[in-house]
């Protein structure tokens, strides 16, 4: 569920402890892997050419991910994917791919196909913890019993898919995006003097809200369980827009922010 937001605040239905810089070689054929530490500076994006572009961004709420694809040379091009990591943009001649999701220890398998417009450039979106005790197609819910069904269900993981942009007009567009399993987002403004705060969003598992519009630096406030974590974008030089998933690392709620370079 997505809902755009102008510049005035409206409600919406639907960490925070930054991740440390994980190291990882990357295959000869695929661009490197990026902490989100480093999240206001993109490499340079190669010039445009007829191909589909992906950034993959890892919000799942497990350490780590094996990820591949069909085709390649290699059973998984990224056999250590940790969470809170994105790649850079991939160029692909063919829109459609099949992905192939692997958990670290190996026990479970997703895979999935998915199309992509041509000539575009896109960001996918993992989040999920493969847990097998409800629907894969959306973190588990707050307070839910295990849903009725196959025991056990597929394993949950969530395949995101959002187009970027380079249009001046939709610069500054804010994604969050709440990939905590069992977790309600409530977001708010900051506390102003003489402005008390105010919701933004409040965020079920699964769910996304988008700002427009934004100045190219603001601060949030996040709660999640009682807990209030500063959500901030500080934006120095060319302005861009950012998605901001929610996920859980060691049980604990955490974000990243990824600026889109198209």
């Not at 007829?50 to 085709?71: F, Y």
């Not at 309600?184 to 102003?192: D, F, G, K, N, V």
């Not at 950012?242 to 604990?252: D, T, V």
Request: hydrophobic content about 35%; aromatic content about 6%.
């Amino acid at each position: 569920m997505m809902i755009s937001l102008p510049l005035f605040l409206i409600l919406a239905q639907a960490s925070v402890l930054p991740a440390l810089p994980v190291a990882v070689p990357a295959p000869e054929h695929l661009p490197p892997l990026r902490s989100t530490r480093h999240s206001s500076h993109q490499a340079a994006t190669p010039s445009p050419s007829p191909e589909v572009r992906i950034t993959i961004v890892n919000a799942t709420s497990v350490p780590a991910i094996a990820l591949g694809t069909s085709g390649s040379s290699k059973p998984y091009a990224y056999p250590f994917f940790p969470q809170g990591v994105w790649t850079g943009n991939i160029p692909l001649k063919t829109p459609s791919i099949h992905y192939f999701v692997h958990s670290i220890p190996g026990r479970t398998t997703v895979d999935r196909t998915l199309h992509f417009p041509p000539v575009s450039s896109q960001l996918l979106l993992l989040t999920g913890d493969l847990s097998t005790s409800g629907p894969p197609d959306q973190p588990p819910q707050l307070g839910l019993p295990p849903s009725p069904g196959p025991t056990p269900w597929p394993p949950n993981l969530q395949f995101h898919v959002y187009p970027l942009s380079t249009a001046p007009k939709e610069r500054c567009r804010y994604r969050l995006v709440n990939g905590m399993p069992s977790k309600l987002l409530i977001l708010r403004t900051l506390a102003e003097p003489n402005k008390p705060s105010r919701q933004i969003a409040l965020l079920a598992p699964g769910n996304s809200v988008v700002l427009t519009h934004q100045p190219a630096n603001i601060a949030w406030e996040a709660e999640i369980d009682g807990q209030v974590l500063t959500v901030a974008i500080v934006q120095d030089g060319e302005q861009k827009n950012c998605l901001i998933p929610f996920y859980l690392r060691n049980g604990q709620p955490e974000f990243i922010r990824v600026f889109e370079d198209p």
